[in-house]
């Protein structure tokens, strides 16, 4: 079969073409940066006399050293603590000066005054296992969050962010600083709402 | 007969490759962006846990990691499968967070000395007793702001 000699291709357009991949890739790749739980850890030197705190305004959450859950002298999944947590977050029990206005709790009188007094105390065992220490912490701060981004939606509803994005937003770097001027305020103001009081005990010995 | 023959050679002409360094450096220059440089070499098992509710740790200049973990299989004839701490190249006892701290703090410029934060880069089937004394440690030099460093998943993804 006779055969047709292909035309050479013209090799001058290819450079154009691979810079202009480069440059797709040099867009759309982002840097791997890591993320995680940020935490605060309490000073070590050890107030005098520590601020006393009602029984009902703290919620305590123990792990042990089979990864079991106690909140509030209750066994319980990891699936429920959420809940359990942002029950006890909004609850709102308290009145007059305590009075919490936005809280949509059950006003239980055994649970939380307010979300400003509430504070959730985390202790561990020192055999927990850290993947099973994070399930926890992660599922405490997504309450916080739930609640945030509620009141967040609630005040702010122009913008179309949740507390969480607008956070985000917030950390960017590309974000416009008028912006962020923009977004501190409003940020702050949910923050006082519900101050996240996560406190962590130093873990139980083994015996 | 010359009905029969061909004009030119059936030969293809040979591939052009006047753009192959165009494409080689566009790889080059690819990974070169893409790729992370991993300042320590990992001597102990280090998969994270998983979280989803996290923050980004943007600013690698005002990071310092602290890995800890079972040492990778390598290492288990000389340091045995215990978790272990371990600072920049080597493996740490707890009592030497301290100074790595200080080290790492007086290395960064002036004025980020006072916002540093601390990545615990921690492997998921270690014991919290290894973590509360690193945080002990990191109390006792005033480094307060931690990051449990996670990978991004569903907390399930942590309860076998």
Redesign the interface.
Known sequence: M??R??P??N?GS??DI??L??IF??VT?T??????????????DELIDPPIIKERNIFTVVVNKY?QLLVEEKPME??EIRQAAIEFLDNGAGIGEEECSYCKGNKDPDSSDNPEKAVISLK????????????V???L??AY?QLRDREFRILYPNLGLSF?EA??RY???RTSPSEKENLKPKLSVIKLMYPQKLS?A??SKTN | MSKFK?K???E??P??T??LP??V??LL??FM??T?MRDSTLMVNNSL????????????DR?MYIYAGKPSSRYVDKYGDQPRIQLNDKFASVSEVAAFVLAERASKRQELQNVL?T?L?????????L??DI??E???V?????????R?GE??Q??D
């Open positions: 006779a055969r000699s292909s050479q291709v090799a290819m450079a691979a810079f991949l480069l890739f040099l790749t840097i791997e940066t890591d993320s995680g739980i940020n935490r605060k850890l309490p000073p070590m990864n990891i699936n561990n065992d020192r055999e927990t296992s850290y993947k099973v220490y994070i399930a912490q992660n599922e701060v997504a969050n969480v956070n985000k950390s960017d770097p962590e130093e873990p | 061909k030119k050679s059936s293809l002409p591939v052009n006047a753009s165009d494409i450096f566009m220059f690819f962006v893409a992370v846990p998983a979280a989803d509710q996290i923050q980004k740790l943007d600013k690698k990071v934060t990545a880069k921690v492997d998921g089937e270690t014991n919290m007793g973590i509360s945080k002990q990191l109390r006792k005033n480094a307060l702001k931690i990051n449990y460093t996670t991004v907390y399930s942590n309860i």
